[in-house]
């Protein structure tokens, strides 16, 4: 994970890239819930192998799978009080 997180910040400058993986983890759950019964209008496919593939919830130091039962919000950087 952290060479996806030095190839992101190369890429596309410095940030924390994280949240969107937890996006399309949800997205693709939603994906698969919601589906028509014959099945979801949309499947994503790996270039290479055209197998349906993923999304894996994974810490930054490696623990993974993850569910959300092992996930807790935490305030981040950005976080501001508010005023009232």
């Not at 400058?13 to 399309?24: E, F, K, M, S």
């Amino acid at each position: 994970m952290n060479e996806l997180q030095a190839q992101y910040e190369q890429q596309y400058g410095p940030g924390n890239y994280v949240p969107y993986v937890l996006i399309q983890y949800w997205a693709m759950r939603g994906m698969a819930y919601l589906a028509d019964p014959a099945g979801p209008a949309v499947v994503i496919r790996h270039k290479d192998c055209d197998e349906p593939v993923c999304a894996m919830l994974q810490c930054i130091a490696g623990h993974h799978p993850l569910t959300a039962r092992d996930t807790h919000p935490a305030p981040g950087p950005g976080v501001r009080r508010a005023v009232s």
